[in-house]
């Protein structure tokens, strides 16, 4: 389609506009634990699964034994998922959380790859960093990156680099925001 695309000349990579959004996740602010939470909550959720026995023995379907159990093995999952990623983040000291108490440093066990980023409305809220590159010439899009960074900085060279992967070349201009401000110490 790619191709189709610049053979016809609806992709020309002259001129690409590079910026990026969040997105709110599906996750509900309930849902955002902090290690020690998280630790408590997957411990019950693994005296809850071996205690349940086998969900055979109740009095319901097959298929209503199997969603259950794979209900209960996906909690499972998530809680572990989001004990990993609250410690790496606990670890990484990134920008984003190098001012932050270590009783701030949490995840969503619902969404673990989540994070709690700023909207352009100031409000704060479980999101995702979301990139998106268009050929200004007709404004399509090609290239799309979902991802954690807080700050857009990181996207624009794997940006250009999934151009030049997809199409062959890379922009001949990019186009990106300022980004927010700095202190650069002069």
Do not use: C, W
Not at 32 to 56: N, Y
Not at 161 to 173: D, H, K, N, V, W
């Amino acid at each position: 389609m790619r191709r189709i695309l610049s053979a016809e000349g609806l992709i020309t990579l002259q001129t690409v506009m590079h910026d990026g959004t969040k997105i709110t996740a599906q996750a509900g602010p309930g849902s955002f634990k902090q290690e020690e939470q998280i630790s408590k909550h997957l411990t019950a959720a693994r005296e809850h699964v071996t205690a349940m026995g086998d969900p055979r023995s109740e009095n319901q379907t097959p298929r209503q034994a199997a969603a259950r159990e794979r209900a209960r093995r996906e909690r499972v999952e998530r809680l572990e998922q989001a004990l990993v990623n609250v410690q790496q983040i606990s670890v990484a000291k990134r920008p984003g959380y190098a001012r932050a108490s270590t009783r701030q440093i949490g995840v969503s066990t619902t969404d673990p790859q989540a994070r709690i980023r700023r909207h352009r409305d100031g409000h704060y809220g479980l999101s995702y960093n979301v990139q998106i590159s268009t050929d200004a010439a007709h404004g399509i899009a090609i290239g799309l990156h979902v991802g954690q960074a807080a700050s857009d900085d990181e996207y624009l060279v794997p940006a250009v680099a999934q151009i030049e992967e997809r199409l062959g070349r890379t922009p001949e201009l990019m186009v990106v925001d300022a980004g927010p401000p700095r202190d650069h110490g002069g």
